[in-house]
């Protein structure tokens, strides 16, 4: 299932459907980000509990009484959202990495899920569980999950999508010039080997690379690439660099749109040249963007100005762009269905 689609899934279940989720899919997928995002859009709180790394004093201790007949536990309410605790009455309970716990573990959660409580401590009822994992064919530590766990939660595999990860990156300042490099190399962005150290993925290009990009020195970044994404993603990405840092100077060609032929056959220089003019789109140089825009292939006029649009309210609600989305762009998008 695709991020956005899920996303809408989560929250449709949100107060509606008691019974908790297992999102699984391959490392770096946007699995845990998906349900804080979620969160967030519904306004409640977003706990994250990492379950392999669960202690046992964080599920209960047993303590005696006076009389040495009985036993109780104490569950400290720092971590789960119990009754009568500081939590708010409202949230998303994240149990990460449900795969990777041992048996032990997967027993304490399957009984949070199913009655809600441990040891007698109960869930505040305007929670929802969702729990996170990886598959066991991605070799990245889950285990089989126990069966009587497994029937206690609805299964969502989610899976990488280009379009959804770019509205994603676009506002959450990953580089244009990451992004343009991946819609022009989209089989990049998750190309998930088990028997590969390190891996393009997702979280990789955005938590590593994109981090990177401007802060280390230029003959220093292919090796840090590499270490986030692998020698053969690294190496391609390198390579679209040196193409995007060698187009004429952006702030000239909008300067002087008129003048200005972009090749029509490189589709790696449409792609840097889109992610450089969309980048510095705004609301005063709405008609010189939409001038050079006009010369581009349809389906990169597009591009261009679907991605300006969404970093910059003031070029998506500027004359030129709106007049072009009720003419040119209508009848482009129709067209390219």
């Known amino acids: 299932m695709r991020p956005s689609l899920l996303a809408d899934v989560l929250r449709a279940r949100y107060k509606k459907i008691r019974r908790p989720v297992f999102v699984v899919g391959k490392p770096g997928v946007g699995k845990t980000q998906i349900a804080r995002q979620v969160a ?3 306004g409640v709180q977003c706990q994250v509990i990492h379950v392999p790394t669960l202690q046992p004093e964080d599920c209960g201790l047993p303590v005696v009484n006076d009389k040495r007949d009985a036993i109780r536990f104490l569950v400290p309410g720092e971590k789960l959202p119990f009754e009568n605790t500081s939590w708010e ?18 027993k304490l959660m399957a009984n949070l ?7 007698g401590y109960k869930l505040k009822p305007g929670w929802m569980i969702i729990a996170t994992g990886n598959r066991s064919t991605d070799r990245a530590g889950a285990n089989r999950i126990l069966s009587h766990l497994s029937n206690r939660m609805t299964w969502y595999e989610l899976e990488e999508h280009l379009e959804d990860w770019v509205q ?4 959450n300042g990953v580089p244009l010039e990451l992004i343009q490099f991946l819609r022009f190399k989209p089989s990049l962005l998750c190309a998930f080997d088990p028997h590969q150290d390190v891996n393009p993925t997702p ?3 955005a938590e590593g690379v994109g981090k990177a990009l401007g802060v280390v020195p230029p003959e220093a970044e292919f090796d840090t690439f590499r270490g986030d994404v692998g020698e053969g993603a690294a190496s391609e990405f390198v390579a679209f660099l040196r193409v995007y840092r060698n187009l004429p100077d952006p702030d000239k060609v909008l300067a002087n749109p008129d003048s200005y032929e972009p090749p029509k056959d490189d589709a790696s220089v449409l792609y840097a040249l889109c992610g450089a003019i969309a980048y510095r789109a705004n609301g005063e140089n709405a008609v010189n963007v939409m001038k050079l825009a006009r010369k581009l292939p349809a389906e990169f006029q597009v591009l261009l100005l679907k991605d300006a649009a969404t970093r910059n309210f003031e070029f998506a609600s500027s004359k030129p762009f709106t007049d072009w989305a009720k003419t040119d762009g209508r ?7």
Do not use: F, K, T
């Open 40 to 42: 967030e859009s519904l």
């Open 89 to 106: 009455d409202e949230g998303i309970l994240v149990l990460d990495e449900l795969a990777q716990a041992d048996n032990s573990l997967q």
């Open 113 to 119: 899920m199913q009655e809600r409580e441990l040891h």
């Open 168 to 171: 994603w990156a676009l506002s």
């Open 203 to 205: 979280r990789a290009w």
């Open 331 to 337: 009848r482009i998008l129709v067209d390219h269905r």
